[in-house]
């Protein structure tokens, strides 16, 4: 069973920079997952819907949710089944936990960020 785990969240201050990871563990299955499957990353802020905020296919497109365009970017790392979100310039409303998610495979438990000054 494919499972994925998210790191990197924590405290930054407004303006700041910062990488969220999000890795692919199981065994054989999980072995090159993200050549085969596109990858999203979500985020869910305190009393408001999980919301949609960066995608990358697994052809290499990329989308992003328009809150977040030109501040955000997501890749991936094969070789290490890891995926990556760099965020920069982060406001407080970017405050959520994040979530990456393998459509119709898992989704990882989150970790949080909060951004304050």
Same mark, same amino acid.
């Given at each position: 069973?494919?499972?994925?785990?998210?790191?990197?969240?924590?405290? @930054?201050?407004?303006?700041? +920079?910062?990488?969220?990871?999000? *890795?692919? %563990?199981?065994?054989? !299955?999980?072995?090159?997952?993200?050549?085969?499957?596109?990858?999203?990353?979500?985020?869910?802020?305190?009393?408001?819907?999980?919301?949609?905020? @960066?995608?990358?296919?697994? +052809?290499?497109?990329?989308?992003? *949710?328009? %809150?977040?365009?030109? !501040?955000?970017?997501?890749?991936?790392?094969?070789?290490?089944?890891?995926?990556?979100?760099?965020?920069?310039?982060?406001?407080?409303?970017?405050? @959520?936990?994040?979530?990456?998610?393998?459509?119709?495979?898992?989704?990882?438990?989150?970790?949080?960020?909060?951004?304050?000054?």
């Amino acid at each position: 069973q494919v499972q994925l785990a998210e790191s990197g969240g924590g405290l @930054a201050q407004p303006g700041e +920079s910062l990488t969220l990871s999000c *890795a692919a %563990s199981g065994g054989r !299955r999980s072995e090159g997952i993200f050549r085969l499957y596109g990858i999203s990353w979500y985020r869910q802020a305190p009393g408001s819907a999980r919301e949609l905020v @960066a995608r990358i296919l697994s +052809s290499g497109s990329t989308d992003f *949710a328009d %809150s977040v365009k030109g !501040r955000f970017t997501i890749s991936r790392d094969q070789t290490k089944n890891t995926a990556y979100l760099q965020m920069h310039n982060l406001t407080t409303e970017d405050t @959520a936990v994040y979530f990456c998610m393998i459509l119709g495979i898992a989704w990882g438990q989150g970790t949080q960020l909060i951004v304050s000054s």
